[in-house]
């Protein structure tokens, strides 16, 4: 089974901090996400990758940045945190081998900036 | 642009069967996608059905697809109380790009 793991349940930051959300899937998968889930908005994609080194923008990149440095990790980056960037966030990823692949999620981290 | 819309809130009484109902715009859409959220986890695929299919079933899982009115319904026969949670829509196309939308999400509670 496909297991994507992001590395807090939890986080409460605050406002201005530099905050890193980490992702680490296990299924030598290309693609990776970075979604943001917000009550009666759904899940709205920020940013994704789909090799390492590459990134491409989402439909909500503005005050996020990206690393994908190995190929099973992605990391989401605050730059300097604010209090709309409270949401719960999402993992997935995904392998280019099929189109339209599912995409497979982790667990979610729950982030509250203060 | 790409929208997909879902009702926010369905309640039935265990036992009866659910529908949950999306509406998509992307007329190019060819995979559309049912996921479980329960709460405090990641989404969990459900289901999935290719667009040149009007149906799929799976175990209590029924899949509808209306391509003429963009409309894809998941019925759930016998739900229990475990299918409390909140299923979202997806759709994304085959033209190489990895853009998944995804509904607003739709609440079920399963009542004793």
């Known amino acids: 089974d496909v297991k994507v793991t992001q590395s807090s349940r939890y986080l409460v930051k605050r406002t201005g901090e530099k905050v890193f959300l980490e992702c680490v899937q296990d299924?030598?998968?290309?693609?990776m996400f970075w979604y943001r889930q917000d009550p009666g908005l759904g899940l709205r994609l920020i940013y994704f990758s789909y090799d390492v080194k590459m990134k491409e923008k989402g439909d909500i990149p503005e005050g996020y940045s990206v690393s994908r440095e190995k190929k099973e990790r992605f990391s989401l980056i605050l730059e300097s945190a604010s209090t709309n960037q409270t949401s719960m966030y999402l993992c997935?990823?995904?392998?280019?081998?099929?189109?339209?692949?599912?995409?497979?999620f982790g667990n979610g981290t729950r982030l509250t900036v203060t | 642009g790409e929208d997909v819309e879902q009702s926010l809130f369905l309640s039935v009484r265990e036992g009866d069967s659910s529908v949950i109902n999306c509406t998509y715009t992307d007329s190019s859409s060819t995979y559309l996608y049912w996921y479980k959220q329960e709460p405090g986890a990641g989404l969990q695929l459900l289901t999935y059905i290719f667009s040149n299919m009007d149906m799929k079933q799976d175990q209590r899982l029924t899949v509808l697809l209306n391509k003429k009115d963009k409309h894809l319904s998941l019925r759930i026969a016998d739900t229990q109380t475990g299918d409390s949670a909140i299923y979202f829509c997806a759709e994304t196309d085959t033209s190489g790009t990895y853009k998944y939308i995804f509904g607003t999400g739709t609440r079920l509670k399963v009542l004793a």
């Open positions: 997935a990823s995904s392998p280019s081998d099929r189109l339209s692949s599912p995409l497979h």
């Open positions: 299924m030598d998968h290309e693609n």
